[in-house]
């Protein structure tokens, strides 16, 4: 809608996980490192979590699409499968034939032999989790059966599990304790802080060819961080709506009044004005002394 007005070759604040916007600055170029060290060394279990919208799933692509080719990749984007499922799953991503319905031994025994396979060839095989929080436990007991598979120097398998912070409760949950013995790496994605979500913007209008001055004026961008906690979703949502108000307005560049319309717009953005925040100690005192004053008025 407001590309052309703006000089843009594409909208630079989508919410889809397009690898070519990844935020290679901070904590993320951290964790990118982190996974491919932790994969490079052969770790059998890793874990990547992080609160909703922190940039997981791009995490997760972007490493897909950066490990070299002696890595075999394997991707299972919803984990709410039966412990059949996701060995069925794993089979269809390591290209078995699962035209026919076989039984969970000869199932097994199939991925064992394509893992084997693969090892044989020099490559290692690489089976990355999103959304791991929801998987059931029996099937994370089925997970860590699958990455017993393994020859005597090196595991057959290594897992990545990305998800949210519930996934270190079912962690801790007694019956799940030897799956989470064995994640050997884990990194916690954090908010974008301030310097970072200018950083960032600045990233994305680029990549989305703008080449104009600084869009975001400075109040706007101090709301933007106010009601957005740095979080990666939330600026995208808020800076695409500002950036459509400010398009409306026939402005070329993003002011307060835009982002505080987008904020309002927004259901998870949290900006109180002043007039909605809770009263601070000085409008208690006030409020209490013209109480106090009326009613020594009214008894006198």
């Not at 290679?24 to 874990?47: I, M, P, Q």
């Not at 600045?202 to 703008?210: F, P, S």
Request: hydrophobic share 40%.
């Amino acid at each position: 809608m407001y590309q052309e007005y703006f000089g843009l070759t594409e909208a630079p604040f989508s919410i889809t996980p397009d690898t070519s916007y990844f935020y290679a600055h901070g904590h993320y170029s951290e964790a990118l490192n982190t996974l491919l060290v932790a994969l490079r060394t052969g770790e059998g279990f890793v874990k990547v979590t992080g609160e909703v919208g922190t940039g997981k799933t791009i995490l997760c692509r972007k490493l897909l699409n950066t490990v070299e080719d002696r890595f075999v990749t394997a991707y299972i984007p919803n984990p709410m499968l039966t412990p059949y499922g996701l060995q069925s799953a794993v089979a269809d991503e390591l290209g078995l034939d699962m035209s026919r319905h076989y039984g969970h031994h000869q199932l097994l025994k199939m991925i064992s032999n394509r893992l084997l396979e693969l090892t044989a060839d020099g490559k290692n095989v690489v089976l990355c989790i999103d959304e791991a929080q929801a998987m059931p436990v029996e099937t994370m007991e089925a997970l860590r059966l699958l990455t017993n598979l393994e020859t005597e120097k090196e595991k057959l398998l290594q897992v990545i599990l990305f998800g949210q912070p519930e996934l270190d409760e079912r962690l801790n949950e007694k019956n799940v304790r030897q799956l989470k013995q064995r994640i050997t790496f884990s990194y916690k994605l954090k908010p974008i802080d301030r310097e970072g979500m200018e950083l960032y913007l600045t990233h994305r209008l680029g990549i989305a060819g703008y080449k104009g001055g600084n869009l975001f004026e400075v109040k706007a961008m101090r709301s933007l961080f106010k009601a957005s906690r740095g979080i990666p979703r939330l600026i995208n949502i808020l800076s695409h709506k500002s950036m459509m108000s400010a398009y409306g307005e026939g402005t070329k560049y993003v002011d307060n009044k835009n982002m505080r319309a987008a904020i309002k717009d927004t259901e998870d953005a949290q900006l109180r004005s002043a007039d909605k925040k809770k009263p601070g100690w000085l409008a208690v005192f006030s409020a209490v002394l013209v109480v106090s004053l009326t009613t020594f008025v009214l008894l006198r």
